[in-house]
Nanobody
Framework: VQLQASGGGLVQAGGSLKLSCTAS????????MAWFRQVPEKEREFVAA????????YYQDSVKGRFTISRDNVKNTVYLQMNSLKPEDTAVYYC??????????????????WGQGTQVTVSS
């Protein structure tokens, strides 16, 4: 599967952005999906994950209540709605996929497919 992330940009603190990740090559319903983020010289960190059906979600503590992960398997797209953005949310955001039988996971090496990343910059 090929993943294409989009929707990043520059926003003021307190603002919102919605990221999208569109899959091609295989149907998205075959995969558990996740978002990670990375800043220079730091490890890529987990943000949120969603089960293949959308029934289950899992978030990093720092984004709970502010970010929402969702998916539309008909459109082959997963989303990350980001509200109340903070400067510390600034990063390159990546979408990732792994086989749906593996469930939700927060470790980078548990995901097999990655999008190219989209930059999110939050100004103070």
């Amino acid at each position: 599967v090929q993943l294409q992330a989009s929707g990043g940009g520059l926003v003021q603190a307190g603002g919102s952005l919605k990221l999208s990740c569109t899959a091609s090559g295989r149907t998205l319903s075959s995969y558990t999906m996740a978002w990670f983020r990375q800043v220079p010289e730091k490890e890529r960190e987990f943000v949120a994950a969603i089960s293949w059906s959308g029934t289950y979600t899992y978030y990093q503590d720092s984004v709970k209540g502010r970010f929402t992960i969702s998916r539309d398997n008909v459109k082959n797209t997963v989303y990350l709605q980001m509200n109340s953005l903070k400067p510390e949310d600034t990063a390159v955001y990546y979408c990732a996929a792994r086989g749906r039988d593996y469930g939700l996971g927060q470790y980078r090496n548990g995901y097999d497919y990655w999008g190219q990343g989209t930059q999110v910059t939050v100004s103070s």
